[in-house]
């Protein structure tokens, strides 16, 4: 196999199916609270890197630059809230921990019947 | 040359990434997810995305992930946890994740076969049409966002308030 | 391979002046000190104790590099490399002197062309906490603990003001280039008044100042380090060359935010009345040396401040942060956006 010259998109795609992976099972399979949301984070950049590489080839395909900047600033507001989600979610664990002492999610089981 | 940034930050991406999920001690997950983020960004900017990259950096390893350092150094939960791990729950992730990671595998692969960007031109990369855009076509959820914004910032300091402790006055 | 040379001389410039910026300054600071409380100061190695730095080094070279037992020794030694990467990194996008012509070819004095400029120096230096926050945390003392959460928490607050006064700056210019930004104010106003965001963002330039004093963890904003209650705070467990690389970060972000707040407010390399026209070389050597002096002058500012102040306590620092540095950079934000708009700017 001879290496391209510029990078293929299907390994972008390729990437951020893998990070996506990666994080669902971060998600699923931890108990610690912070891991969690780290990895979920890591799912919301997974999707934008996919994001920004599907706008790029649509954008190229129909020859409309703004379907690429469309993409750009999709991505753009997932930024803005992942900041208000990390910081509320922040909050929720400062406050579950201290009336709790602990933010392992097995544990949490208060709403559970 | 693009390829090899491409593959180097897509290995580190890939391996931190794995760090993140897979280490005990969550101050290094944070760590470690800073690295992804760092090669994220690297290859938004191969992607025609300087804008974003430099605002990724900016807000999510500058003030996001930073965030999340202070909660765990005020917290102090240190590595581990304790009670046994289940073993159930972790053969569930693995079945779930590796499912959902062969639907996406099917659904991706097939577009866009073989096709190959052309090389990046000033006029991808430029920032005035972005911030037009932005302005105009996208001005409602612009402001939407930043009401969001406002809206997490009072939540935040209403859930990480102090509650106010009525100590009961001992009896004399 | 033209290019390739031009960008190495260009990093090397700025290498020198950044790792040059450490020695000399420790020395300013210490008989700056010294001048302040009425007393001599270093004067005994070489004239004037110049080569006191010099000494220095060799000392902390040669010391014993003490790591402690119970520390997180990946993180331990990675924390001291990471101190000095935001200074070493940032001046990528910062010019230092005027368009030139060498050998027949147009060269501009800025490593980096990208568009998003002032942006990125504020993402790279945004990076700067991490090292603080992981020494602080690898250290496994109490001490340097509390140094750690005090130094995420007040960096974070003091970039928000810090990057609003940086926007400010940017608005008139309508560019995120700092090179765009130095053209932008060559020229005078009424012929004597030089063209500079000083004069119409006197508020955002004293936002970016005090910001710079907490971005750069100096006094009276040391709290993460403050030797009266936190022994020396993150880097109470650091040692010989590890020591002197934070202490060497300090010096460098103190020498960057310098000079960008010179390229930012007082015109960069540029200063009316001066001839940039001529041969290459001296063009760019006044334009450095220009550059350089004006970046003196906050750095002679940050060791004044340092001698004089007391140190704020946290709650008050954050207080300060939030509640009056913010909201006036804001004010300025609107201020300014207002009058380039109506064209006043």
């Known amino acids: 196999m001879s290496i391209p010259v510029s990078v293929p998109i299907q390994w972008y795609f390729l990437l951020a199916g893998a990070l996506f992976v990666i994080g669902a099972l971060g998600a699923l399979s931890r108990r610690n609270g912070i891991t969690i949301f780290l990895s979920i984070e890591l799912m919301l950049?997974?999707?934008?890197?996919?994001?920004?590489?599907?706008?790029?080839?649509?954008?190229?395909?129909?020859?409309?630059?703004?379907?690429?900047?469309?993409?750009?600033?999709?991505?753009?507001?997932?930024?803005?809230?992942?900041?208000?989600?990390?910081?509320?979610g922040l909050?929720?664990?400062?406050?579950?921990?201290?009336?709790?002492?602990?933010?392992?999610?097995?544990?949490?089981?208060?709403?559970r019947w | 040359m693009e390829v090899a940034v491409f593959a180097v930050f897509a290995l580190l991406a890939l391996g931190s990434a794995l760090v993140v999920v897979l280490h005990r001690n969550p101050i290094y997950?944070?760590?470690?997810?800073?690295?992804?983020?760092?090669?994220?960004?690297?290859?938004?900017?191969?992607?025609?995305?300087?804008?974003?990259?430099?605002?990724?950096?900016?807000?999510?390893?500058?003030?996001?992930?930073?965030?999340?350092?202070?909660?765990l150094m005020l917290l102090n939960v240190g590595a581990g946890g304790r009670g046994p791990d289940r073993l159930g729950q972790k053969i569930g992730a693995v079945g779930?994740?590796?499912?959902?990671?062969?639907?996406?595998?099917?659904?991706?692969?097939?577009?866009?076969?073989?096709?190959?960007?052309?090389?990046?031109?000033?006029?991808?990369?430029?920032?005035?049409?972005?911030?037009?855009?932005?302005?105009?076509?996208?001005?409602l959820p612009f402001e939407m966002v930043g009401l969001l914004l406002l809206a997490a910032v009072i939540a935040a300091t209403a859930l990480a308030k102090k509650p106010e402790v009525r100590l009961p006055r001992e009896k004399t | 391979m033209f290019d390739l040379l031009a960008t190495g001389a260009k990093m090397a410039v700025w290498m020198t002046v950044l790792l040059s910026v450490t020695?000399?300054?420790?020395?300013?600071?210490?008989?700056?000190?010294?001048?302040?409380?009425?007393?001599?100061?270093?004067?005994?190695?070489?004239?004037?104790?110049?080569?006191?730095?010099?000494?220095?080094?060799?000392?902390?070279?040669?010391?014993?590099?003490?790591?402690?037992?119970?520390?997180?020794?990946?993180?331990?030694t990675l924390a001291p490399m990471l101190a000095v990467v935001p200074a070493l990194t940032t001046f990528v996008v910062i010019p230092f002197g005027p368009d030139i012509e060498v050998a027949g070819r147009p060269v501009s004095l800025l490593v980096s062309e990208a568009e998003t400029g002032a942006l990125l120096l504020l993402a790279l230096a945004s990076l700067g906490v991490y090292s603080l926050v992981m020494a602080g945390y690898s250290a496994n003392n109490k001490y340097s603990l509390m140094g750690a959460v005090r130094a995420s928490a007040q960096m974070i607050s003091y970039e928000l003001a810090l990057a609003l006064s940086v926007v400010a700056a940017l608005v008139p210019v309508g560019s995120l280039r700092l090179d765009h930004v130095v053209s932008y104010?060559?020229?005078?106003?009424?012929?004597?008044?030089?063209?500079?965001?000083?004069?119409?963002?006197?508020?955002?330039?004293?936002?970016?100042?005090?910001?710079?004093?907490?971005?750069?963890?100096?006094?009276?904003f040391d709290l993460p380090e403050a030797e009266s209650e936190l022994v020396a705070g993150y880097h109470t467990e650091y040692s010989s060359m590890k020591f002197?690389?934070?202490?060497?970060?300090?010096?460098?972000?103190?020498?960057?935010?310098?000079?960008?707040?010179?390229?930012?407010?007082?015109?960069?390399?540029?200063?009316?009345?001066?001839?940039?026209?001529?041969?290459?070389?001296?063009?760019?050597?006044?334009?450095l040396l220009v550059l350089m002096a004006k970046a003196a002058l906050f750095l002679l500012l940050f060791v004044w401040v340092r001698w004089t102040f007391p140190r704020f306590r946290f709650d008050q620092l954050l207080r300060l942060g939030w509640k009056v540095l913010l909201p006036l950079a804001i004010a300025n934000l609107v201020l300014v956006a207002a009058l380039t708009v109506s064209g006043v700017l």
């Open chain 2, 29 to 71: 997950s944070t760590m470690s997810l800073v690295v992804t983020l760092i090669s994220i960004a690297v290859l938004f900017v191969l992607l025609g995305a300087p804008f974003l990259a430099a605002l990724q950096v900016l807000v999510y390893t500058g003030a996001i992930l930073v965030l999340f350092l202070f909660v």
């Open chain 3, 185 to 220: 104010q060559q020229g005078t106003w009424w012929g004597f008044l030089p063209h500079w965001n000083l004069f119409p963002q006197f508020i955002g330039f004293l936002v970016f100042l005090i910001a710079s004093f907490a971005e750069t963890n100096r006094l009276p």
């Open chain 1, 91 to 111: 909050a929720l664990f400062i406050a579950i921990f201290r009336g709790r002492r602990t933010i392992d999610v097995n544990r949490l089981n208060l709403m």
């Open chain 2, 96 to 139: 779930a994740s590796a499912a959902f990671g062969v639907v996406m595998l099917t659904l991706l692969w097939g577009r866009f076969h073989g096709f190959e960007l052309s090389p990046l031109t000033e006029e991808i990369v430029a920032l005035k049409p972005l911030a037009k855009q932005l302005m105009t076509t996208y001005l």
């Open chain 3, 244 to 287: 002197s690389l934070f202490f060497m970060g300090e010096y460098m972000s103190m020498a960057t935010l310098s000079i960008l707040a010179s390229t930012l407010f007082l015109g960069g390399w540029h200063l009316p009345g001066l001839d940039y026209s001529g041969w290459w070389v001296t063009a760019a050597t006044t334009g």
């Open chain 1, 45 to 88: 950049n997974s999707v934008n890197l996919l994001i920004v590489a599907y706008a790029r080839v649509v954008g190229e395909r129909t020859g409309d630059l703004l379907t690429a900047l469309n993409g750009q600033i999709l991505v753009l507001f997932v930024l803005a809230v992942a900041a208000a989600e990390a910081a509320v």
């Open chain 3, 23 to 76: 020695p000399v300054m420790v020395w300013v600071e210490r008989r700056g000190a010294a001048l302040i409380q009425d007393r001599l100061g270093p004067n005994r190695v070489g004239p004037l104790g110049l080569f006191q730095s010099l000494a220095d080094a060799v000392k902390l070279l040669f010391k014993e590099d003490i790591a402690t037992l119970e520390s997180d020794k990946f993180l331990y």
